[in-house]
């Protein structure tokens, strides 16, 4: 008899855990869909800065440079430890290690610079990162042909400029994560979520470079 009351109380929990498993399960996809749409409607609403248009001769010029230079900055970079450089202050810490088919440029400053930059380079990069506003950009990627399965012509290379979003005189939204970004050589229209739950639009700044907005919604991810 106690063996059958054991039995039908297990079989309860069982069965109120599948319920509650399925009405959780129903309402985070309800949540999760709500935090999709807000992201949306969230893009829909965004405006590309007028600012960075103005800049379009300069960023043609600046990706002259990665184009002539960008394989010999990799080449610096081929090393098989990584090498520490803690810039808190400037938003970098940690370890970087460049062994990967892309190179990141985290920072602009000095200590970076030194540590990454072929020396004969530096003043140039520097030349050209002066012609915009301090901070606005924030960190460049260049990969050289073939290294981004993204890139419009296999080859050449691709660069992407990440922006300081609260330069441009935007609304930065409250609903969801957002960046700006200038892109050569790379294809970025995503009219809907990809599997990282990314959403863009972009506007044509010069024949070879996009300027593209993203946005992906909160959702613990």
């Known amino acids: ?41 969230a893009l ?3 405006s590309f800065s007028n600012l960075i248009f103005e800049y379009a001769p300069q960023f043609e010029e600046f990706t002259g440079f990665w184009m002539r230079n960008g394989d010999k900055v990799m080449f610096y970079n081929r090393h098989s430890d990584g090498r520490e450089i803690r810039l808190t202050k400037h938003g970098f810490f940690g370890n970087y290690t460049n062994d990967r088919p892309c190179f990141g440029l985290f920072s602009f400053h000095s200590s970076f ?11 140039s990069l520097l ?7 301090e901070g606005l950009i924030e960190s460049i990627k260049f990969c050289p042909p073939n290294a981004d399965p993204n890139n419009s012509l296999k080859n050449k290379g691709t660069v992407q400029y990440k922006l300081n979003s609260e330069m441009l005189n935007v609304d930065i939204p409250s609903t969801c994560y957002s960046a700006h970004a200038v892109v050569f050589n790379a294809r970025t229209s995503k009219s ?7 959403i863009s639009k972009d506007s044509l700044l010069t024949p070879e470079h996009r300027y593209v907005i993203s946005f992906w919604p909160y959702l613990g991810i």
């Open 192 to 198: 809907e979520f990809d599997e990282s739950y990314i």
């Open 113 to 123: 610079l030194e540590s990454y930059i072929p020396p004969d380079l530096r003043d």
């Open 44 to 46: 829909n609403q965004q």
């Open 1 to 41: 008899m106690m063996k059958k009351i054991i039995i039908s109380a297990l079989a309860g929990l069982i069965l109120l855990a599948v319920f509650f498993i399925l009405r959780m399960s129903n309402f985070l996809s309800i949540d999760h869909e709500d935090e999709l749409e807000k992201t949306r409607k």
């Open 127 to 133: 030349f050209y990162y002066s012609k915009f506003s």
